[in-house]
């Protein structure tokens, strides 16, 4: 049948603006969350990650915020650049060392930064 | 320390044959995950190994199988391939399963015809 793509969320943004990425996740037994950036004909790349016992995790120029009452998980990136032009997947898993160690991945939101 | 290396890159298939993809995980990495990338379904799990036993399985046919070897090292099969198997095949590493960031190579891009 027809492949109907994933209707992607996009996030327009100026050069030198800051960018906010949302993201909600799915299960509430989750507590290791991770951030990917895919460019176009490449893998996720790590970008930053956050454990449930934090509420907050800041990286150069990214930071990840978490609120686990809402099951909502945020990646704020500072002076954004043209470079930071991709899409990007929250990820979450279990954390415990022989929990299931899959990834469920959120959709992704494609962010474009305007020059 | 050279990342997640994943061969062919890209692959052309024909309905009902067969494909085998491989990946190197980093160095000391001894957790291989798998997944498929498609537009219409995006990442998507399909197993998980350690220490050469597979931990983990995603919701996808028997036609879908993988292994591990003792250095670590991957691989999927894909038997009787379908048209709906052309995806971005993804291997991830971590230094053990759960809790560990994984780390993805570049993918295998499959076509099937």
């Known amino acids: 049948g027809e492949n109907v793509g994933l209707h992607l969320p996009t996030l327009s943004v100026q050069e030198g603006d800051n960018s906010i990425i949302n993201c909600a996740y799915s299960?509430?037994?989750?507590?290791?969350f991770i951030w990917y950036k895919q460019e176009s004909g490449k893998g996720p790349q790590f970008i930053i990650d956050i454990r449930s016992n934090m509420d907050k995790r800041q990286g150069q120029r990214v930071t990840v915020l978490l609120n686990k009452t809402v099951k909502h998980l945020s990646l704020q990136i500072a002076a954004t650049q043209p470079g930071d032009s991709a899409v990007y997947f929250c990820a979450e898993t279990q954390g415990a060392f022989g929990s299931q160690g899959n990834l469920i991945f959120g959709k992704g939101t494609k962010l474009s930064v305007k020059p | 320390k050279a990342g997640v290396t994943q061969t062919p890159r890209y692959l052309i298939k024909t309905r009902g044959q067969q494909v085998t993809l491989s990946c190197s995980p980093i160095s000391g990495h001894r957790s291989v995950s798998w997944y498929q990338q498609t537009p219409g379904q995006g990442l998507q799990f399909l197993f998980e190994y350690f220490s050469e036993t597979q931990r983990n399985k995603g919701n996808f046919p028997g036609r879908f199988s993988g292994r591990q070897f003792s250095n670590s090292r991957s691989e999927m099969n894909v038997s009787t391939l379908e048209l709906g198997d052309s995806a971005l095949y993804l291997c991830?590493?971590?230094?053990?399963?759960?809790?560990?960031?994984?780390?993805f190579g570049p993918g295998t891009r499959l076509l099937v015809l």
């Open positions: 991830a590493s971590s230094l053990r399963p759960g809790g560990e960031t994984q780390y």
């Open positions: 299960n509430s037994a989750s507590d290791y």
